[in-house]
Each structure stands twice: as C-alpha cells, then as structure tokens.
C-alpha cells in the first residue's frame, strides 16, 4: 500500500512519459466531463482505451458512460476492501460480486 498526493492506494500506479494535460485536452467533451468527477485519479489514456471498447461493445455513448462508471466503482470497491476491510459499504458492491463470480476481482 503506497500514499502520495493521490492519497493512500492498493491500486497499481505507472510512471509515464507523456503529458496528461495535453491526453485531456485531447478527450472528447463527454469524457473531460466524466474525468473531471471522477473518484479516482485515472489517467486520460486509460479513460480513453476503456471508453472506446464500451462503445464498441455497446455502440451508445450513454452506456459505455455506464460502463466506464460501472469500472470505477468496481475499482473503489476493491480498493476500499483492501484498504479498510471486507466490511467498508464500498467493499459490498453488487459489481464486485458479479467481478467475484467471473474470476475478475
């Protein structure tokens, strides 16, 4: 478990080359919107590669907007049960179980 100004996480972090104010500058309105309410501190790139294969799963730009929410609170909520316990309100989430189910937790 580390902490740094992204605050204390369980959650695997990279060291990159590129500049993310120019990755989000490069986002399309929707998802500058989503990443800028965002709980966790992902990357431009990452939103970027997750909401495209939503779209091509779902080919709706609202559900893949749902998809993307539907991963974020699948990563808080493994992060928050690694962070403060199986017992922690976020770490119950019917995404996780279904994540659990599929070997994806």
């Known amino acids: 478990m580390t902490r740094s100004n992204t605050g204390m996480t369980t959650l695997r972090r990279r060291t990159r ?11 399309p309105p929707e998802l500058r919107a989503w990443l800028a309410q965002a709980a966790l501190p992902w990357r431009p790139v990452s939103v970027q590669k997750v ?34 316990g199986e017992r922690h309100p976020a770490a119950n989430t019917p995404e996780m179980e279904i994540a659990d189910k599929a070997g994806r937790g």
């Open 17 to 27: 080359c590129r500049n993310p104010m120019q990755d989000y500058d490069s986002l």
């Open 51 to 84: 909401f495209a294969r939503a779209m091509a799963r779902t080919g709706d730009k609202a559900r893949a907007l749902a998809q993307l929410d539907a991963a974020e609170r699948r990563l808080v909520a493994r992060d928050a049960a690694a962070i403060w």
